[in-house]
């Protein structure tokens, strides 16, 4: 059964910083794209950030450029996001996905696979 397991949210301050960890077990996604996606309550999944098979090529939505940073570890078969500088708007359920469609992925349908997702909570 493939599983992609996200962890690491939680309540933090304005300002504050978390890392978001997804453990994928059922496959191996090596030569996959990766991303991250968030929900706010009330509204549409909507696209972080992603990055390529070799962690060669990056990509982030305008709003979280500069404070988040995407990476992972293919010996692991993990991908991480790196959030610092957080704010409230940044609240949310946060999702990890795969996909082989091509190299950066920033559509939600183009991704195969999704884990679960880890709540975020940033307080003023």
């Known amino acids: 059964q493939v599983q992609l397991v996200e962890s690491g949210g939680g309540l933090v301050p304005a300002g504050g910083s978390l890392t978001l960890s997804c453990a994928a077990s059922?496959?191996?996604?090596?030569?996959?794209?990766k991303g991250w996606f968030r929900q706010a309550p009330g509204k549409e999944r909507e696209f972080i950030a992603a990055i390529n098979w070799s962690g060669g090529r990056t990509y982030y939505a305008d709003s979280v450029k500069g404070r988040f940073t995407i990476s992972r570890d293919n010996a692991r078969n993990a991908v991480y996001l790196q959030m610092n500088g957080l704010k409230p708007e940044d609240t949310g359920v946060y999702y990890c996905?795969?996909?082989?469609?091509?190299?950066?992925?920033?559509?939600?349908?183009?991704?195969?696979?999704w884990g679960q997702g880890t709540q975020v909570t940033v307080s003023s």
């Open positions: 996905a795969a996909g082989d469609k091509a190299p950066i992925l920033v559509r939600r349908s183009d991704y195969d696979y």
């Open positions: 059922g496959r191996t996604f090596k030569t996959y794209a």
